[in-house]
């Protein structure tokens, strides 16, 4: 879906990163952040968004280094990303 993203910056992440999202039409929005095995490791939103562009900060000095999936879920829609923590 052309307006749909996301995407970690810095990635790999050493102790925080921002989750940069992308949403192309107003909807309920989950943003979640899974481990490989597919267990949640956080919730970073759950609610309604505008339109838009967004930006939410994100610590991973709990998380033990890997890889982790970050998932975005807007109405219907689904993207992925791979988010890299090291330590």
Do not use: C
Not at 26 to 50: H, R, W
Not at 55 to 79: K, M, N
């Amino acid at each position: 879906v052309a307006g749909f993203s996301v995407e970690a910056v810095p990635n790999p992440a050493t102790g925080s990163t921002n989750v940069r999202y992308t949403v192309p039409q107003n909807s309920f929005v989950t943003l979640k952040v899974y481990n490989m095995l597919g267990v949640e490791d956080a919730t970073l939103v759950q609610e309604y968004k505008n339109a838009g562009g967004y930006d939410v900060p994100f610590t991973t000095t709990t998380l033990p280094s890997g890889q982790y999936t970050v998932r975005v879920v807007a109405g219907e829609f689904t993207v992925n990303s791979v988010l890299s923590v090291v330590r």
